[in-house]
Structures are given as structure tokens and as C-alpha cells.
């Protein structure tokens, strides 16, 4: 089975490449400026590609001619919560943000798309409860909550236009985790994050196309 994960140097990215790895799979890991993690982990079925999402350019490196699972994981929070806030977010912030979170893997698809219809494979669209208008009873976070509402949209577009061709969308929650995007702080560790939503997506067919799920497999409304 081939895997592609996009921001696979760190973070939830690493952990989905560690658990492919651990499954026998050959995974195509992409890294925006650093590989020394995944370097290494030493490991012959282990592909390195550089990529910036956020950028119009091709990765660098040799793809796979077919994509069983592709795992758009790549993603900035932004400024802190109070840069985000209702007085201080700016213009700039928000188009950086969206470009990351939204329009980043929206670009991967464009690219990769032949190589998931080759495998019949799915693609899950890593967004996030906060991008939920039905979760927001907080409100600020102007910048990530709208470019990760603006995925789950991108995303259920995806899944209507590659249903044809036998390719699966799904659109995933992690939970609040514990990375140095939270600052280390969440409920649930990488492990239990990458496990429960690896189990999603073992039964990705089983949800509707474009369906947003988290990583227990409850739907998200939004
Ligand atoms: N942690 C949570 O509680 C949580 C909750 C909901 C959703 N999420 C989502 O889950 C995904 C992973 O989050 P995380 O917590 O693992 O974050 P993280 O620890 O901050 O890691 C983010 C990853 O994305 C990569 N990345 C950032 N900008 C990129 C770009 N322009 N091109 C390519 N890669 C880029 C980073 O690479 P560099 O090392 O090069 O910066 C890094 O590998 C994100 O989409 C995030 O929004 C996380």
C-alpha cells in the first residue's frame, strides 16, 4: 500500500508515518524544510519528498504512480489566540493561514489527483473541530477556524468530483493533541490521535463522501 502525508516532519504527520511503517507500508513522507526526523528513522520502504504547500511548485523527489492513501496533514494554527482575536487578526494573517490550511491541500490534490484515481484510493483531509460553525461557541481564532471551515467545504467538493473515479474523501478531526502546534498541551497523545483516526480510515467507505469524522469516529457537525 502506498501513502503520501503531507508535514510529515513532526507532529501528527510523523506519527501517521511511524504507524504506515509499522504496517508494511511504503510511505511517501513531505517535509517543508527539515527531514532529520524522518532521516531517521532509517527505513528502506521510507520515501522523502520536499514540499511546501503553501507553494505553487512540484515536490521534490520521485512520486509513486498510484496513491493508495493520501493524508493532507500539513497545517498552521497562525498568530496566537490573542494575534486572532476580533481587533488585532489581520488581512495578512488570514491569507496565510488560508493559503496553508485550505488552499494547501487543495494544490497537493490538484497535483496527486491521477495518482488516487490510479489506486481507486481515499484521501483524508486533516481540518479541525474549530473550523465546526456548530462546535464555535467561543468565538476569536479568526484565522485558522475559517481557512479549516474553508477545508471541510474544499473537501466535500473534492469527494463529489473523485467520487466517479472510485476515490473516497473524508474530512478528519484529530482531537486535541499534544504537539508543539498546542504547545504541547491536549487531552489525547500522537498515538491515540493517529490510532483512532487510522481506524476512520480503514473504514473510510463507510462514511459518507466528504463526511467530517473524528479521530473516535463521532461525526462532526458543522
Ligand atoms: N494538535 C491538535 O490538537 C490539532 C487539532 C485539530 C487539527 N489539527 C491539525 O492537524 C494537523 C497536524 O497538526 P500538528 O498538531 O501535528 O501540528 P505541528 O506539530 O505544528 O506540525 C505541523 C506540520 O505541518 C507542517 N507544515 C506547516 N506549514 C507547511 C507548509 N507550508 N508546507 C508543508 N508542511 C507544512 C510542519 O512542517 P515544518 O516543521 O516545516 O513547520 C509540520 O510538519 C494540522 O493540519 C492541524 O491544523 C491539530
Not at 493508495?68 to 498568530?79: H, Q
Not at 479541525?128 to 467545504?153: E, H
Not at 482531537?175 to 493517529?194: H, Y
Request: aromatic share 6%.
Amino acid at each position: 500500500m502506498n501513502v503520501l502525508i503531507t508535514g510529515a516532519n513532526r507532529g501528527i504527520g510523523l506519527g501517521f508515518v511511524k504507524h504506515h511503517l509499522e504496517h508494511g507500508h511504503d510511505v511517501w513522507a513531505c517535509y517543508r524544510t527539515t527531514a532529520d526526523s524522518l532521516s531517521a528513522l532509517g527505513c528502506e520502504k521510507l520515501h522523502l519528498l520536499q514540499w511546501d504547500v503553501g507553494l505553487d511548485d512540484d515536490p521534490e523527489g520521485e512520486l509513486p504512480a498510484s496513491i493508495d492513501l493520501l493524508i493532507n496533514n500539513a497545517g498552521i494554527y497562525g498568530p496566537g489566540k490573542d494575534g486572532q482575536s476580533l481587533h488585532k487578526v489581520t488581512s495578512e494573517a488570514m491569507l496565510n493561514v488560508f493559503n496553508i490550511d485550505c488552499i494547501g491541500p487543495l494544490r497537493v490534490v490538484q497535483k496527486l489527483a491521477d495518482r488516487v484515481i490510479n489506486a481507486k484510493g481515499v484521501i483524508a483531509n486533516i481540518s479541525s473541530k474549530m473550523g465546526s460553525s456548530d462546535d464555535n461557541s467561543s468565538g476569536g481564532t479568526y484565522a485558522y477556524r475559517a481557512a479549516k471551515a474553508g477545508l471541510v467545504i474544499v473537501s466535500r467538493s473534492m469527494a463529489m468530483d473523485l467520487a466517479p473515479y472510485g476515490v473516497h474523501v473524508i474530512t478528519l478531526h484529530p482531537g486535541w493533541v499534544a504537539t508543539d502546534m498546542t504547545g504541547n498541551n491536549g487531552l489525547i497523545d500522537i498515538d491515540t490521535s493517529v490510532t483512532g483516526m487510522s481506524s476512520v480510515i480503514n473504514r473510510a467507505r463507510n462514511f459518507h463522501q466528504g463526511q467530517f469524522v473524528a479521530f473516535d469516529g463521532k461525526i462532526v457537525p458543522y
